[in-house]
């Protein structure tokens, strides 16, 4: 889902990023909404906004994925995909990083060797560009927090979205309601982008309640893992169907990049066989 993501977003490109973005959170509400009566669990919400600890964490993780959403909607709309598909590619070593930091989960000496590949690229890309890679950096440790976050906290995946996305609805409503006001407002300008518009609250709340959901079962390396598929699809997308330049030491940074992933996918299938 999160793969195929740009292909909406790109048509929606000449609506600005902001609107874009709020849009995403406004339509989220209610596929959250549906799914929870579905389920049968809207009884879980209130207790949660009775405990300022979960709700210290939800607004904690609100902040990061709001920031995550806007740079990498940016990075779409201004012909950047390829910088964001780094930036999930280095994402699941990031989350690894971060598993070992502050979950206790320990490293081997391959996924330092793994990690140490992942930051030397960045390095390289940096000095041969002559520009940071900005947007795949804040993309890759946005979301690594978001999940490390979202593991931390003891509320459904559903639940815990919808708390989210209302939290942050305090700004998006009113700045929605402005530009409808002020005719600036690209939702119901024409029938085509009103649709789209709508389809970005299931785009935006199915894959990151699945996400949330996945993040309370399993290791946090093992969705690091899993999250490959993302970055391939998007790098795919931006190179063949978007047509973005795509420079000679870009394509070494990613080299480096597959090669530390690969290294770390065999020393956690070495590690899941010395332990069963």
Known sequence: MWGFLPLLLKALGHVAPAELVANRIVWSIPVALVILLFLGRTGDIIPTFKSPKKMLILFA??????????VYVWAVVSDR?????MG???????VVALGGIFLGERFTRLQLIALAIAALAVVLLTTMSGVFPW???VLAISFAFYGLLRKQVDVGPAQGFLIEIILISI???????WLASTGESSFGSS??????LLACGPATALPLIFYASGAKRLRLSTIGILQYMTPSIQFLIGVFIFKEPFSQWQMIAFVMIWTSLLIYTYSMLTQQRSTS
């Open 61 to 70: 993780s609100t902040c990061i994925i709001s920031l995550n959403w806007g």
């Open 81 to 85: 995909l390829i910088e964001a598909a």
């Open 88 to 94: 999930y590619f280095i994402n699941p070593l990031v």
């Open 135 to 137: 947007v795949s950096v």
């Open 171 to 177: 700004l998006a409503i009113p700045y929605l309601l």
């Open 191 to 196: 029938t085509r982008d009103t649709l789209l």
